[in-house]
């Protein structure tokens, strides 16, 4: 079926310190990969999207790696700051148009 | 801000009642998706639209019904409401509904079912 599995659920990180979140997706046809950032009270924000003819996209601190043979991507953060504490959640499509997220994980950014 | 609004920002309601809840897409976007979230299951897809057709069903319960409107904007109908009704409600709108295009979510409405 149509699953993305999240590692880790939650996740702290000192300042200036780097953070990375996992994601597993169980079919092969799926080729968009985005990010949400969610802070609390607000809608899902798109950090960074990958698509499946690429392995890794680069946005000033944010990057993300996909390995298409393993069924998995990934989301870096480096040079953490306070304001990175939120949830984030990926999520891919399988084929379709709508979107399977994962169950997200929370960010904790220690100053 | 992602372009995408919807009201009401919050609502209270009894059981058994229905409610509206009102999406308006990104200018130029097309296809709305109605999105519901919850503590214990997470972000799962409900409905898509299309220029004012449906094109694709989720998890959407058969008391909840969807339509967009000639002008795209969207509403999402809930009836006769249950406590388990009670989540957040996102609308994203993406300009055409291509596997690869990207979703802009709205703010949400939380519906508290009481």
């Known amino acids: 079926g149509e699953n993305v599995e999240q590692h880790p659920s939650t996740l702290s990180v000192q300042e200036g310190d780097s953070a990375v979140i996992k994601c597993t997706y169980s079919?092969?046809?799926?080729?968009?990969f985005p990010w949400y950032k969610q802070e609390l009270g607000k809608g899902p924000q798109l950090i960074i999207d990958i698509r499946s003819n690429v392995g890794e996209k680069k946005d000033q601190r944010i990057a993300v790696t996909l390995n298409k043979t393993a069924k998995h991507f990934s989301l870096h953060i480096t040079e953490t700051q306070p304001e990175d504490s939120a949830v984030y959640f990926c999520a891919a499509n399988f084929g379709n148009e709508k979107l399977t997220f994962g169950t997200g994980t929370r960010l904790t950014i220690i100053p | 801000d992602s372009g995408v609004t919807q009201t009401p920002k919050h609502l209270i309601t009894a059981t058994g009642q229905r409610v509206t809840l009102r999406c308006s897409p990104r200018s130029g976007d097309l296809s709305v998706y109605w999105y519901q979230q919850s503590l214990d299951q997470g972000l799962q897809f409900l409905i898509q639209?299309?220029?004012?057709?449906?094109?694709a069903k989720g998890n959407i319960l058969e008391r909840f019904s969807a339509q967009q409107f000639p002008d795209l904007h969207s509403e999402l109908n809930l009836s006769s409401l249950e406590l388990g009704d009670s989540a957040l409600y996102f609308c994203?709108?993406?300009?055409?509904?291509?596997?690869?295009?990207?979703?802009?979510f709205g703010p949400g409405t939380r519906l508290t079912v009481l």
């Open positions: 994203a709108s993406s300009v055409v509904p291509q596997h690869t295009d990207t979703q802009y």
């Open positions: 639209y299309y220029n004012g057709e449906e094109r």
């Open positions: 079919d092969s046809a799926s080729n968009y």
